[in-house]
């Protein structure tokens, strides 16, 4: 299957597989040496739980979340967006540019690497350096500390 334009964000842990729902990572080091990337959501299984199809298993060979599948459907996309929803550090992301999923996110910066704005259109929530974006921050920052 091949998925439309999505944004490749620069902390996408490398073991996802191609598509927009995707989770970053975060290069390890050891005694001042590279040692690897590891997803910034690991072994709690709650994401996985959401999607375990999508999600590849927890295991002894595998600690770092991540995408082995992309959502084809719309029980799928469903159950990809929840596990996006239940990360407690927004670590599961989607940078795809469908309408339906991004409203289905919210509008939310803290999943969403585009977002519409107040005119419908998209834009792109994320920075060079893969942090968001000031206005983004903002957005994230009154969306996570809402009542
Ligand atoms: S959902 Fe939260 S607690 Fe669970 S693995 Fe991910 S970051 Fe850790």
């Known amino acids: 299957m091949t998925h439309q334009p999505y944004f490749t964000h620069p902390q996408r842990f490398p073991g996802n597989v191609e ?6 990572g975060t290069i ?3 005694d001042s040496r590279y040692v ?3 997803s ?3 072994q709690c299984l709650t994401p996985e739980h959401e999607a375990p199809d999508l999600l590849a298993p927890i295991n002894k060979s595998n600690l770092n979340t991540h995408f082995v599948k ?3 459907n719309a029980d799928e996309v469903q159950r990809a967006c929840n596990a996006l929803r239940v990360c407690c550090v927004y670590a599961l992301r989607y940078g795809g540019r469908d309408l339906d999923v991004i409203r289905q996110l919210e509008n939310s910066p803290l999943f969403c690497d585009y977002i519409l704005d107040e005119q419908g259109e998209l ?6 350096d893969g942090q968001l974006l000031p206005f983004a921050q903002a957005i994230a920052n009154a969306w996570r500390f809402r009542s």
């Open 40 to 42: 910034d959501c690991l």
């Open 19 to 24: 598509g927009p729902f995707y989770t970053t």
């Open 70 to 72: 992309q959502p084809c």
């Open 123 to 128: 834009i792109l929530t994320v920075g060079p």
């Open 28 to 30: 390890v080091c050891g």
């Open 36 to 38: 690897g990337i590891a």
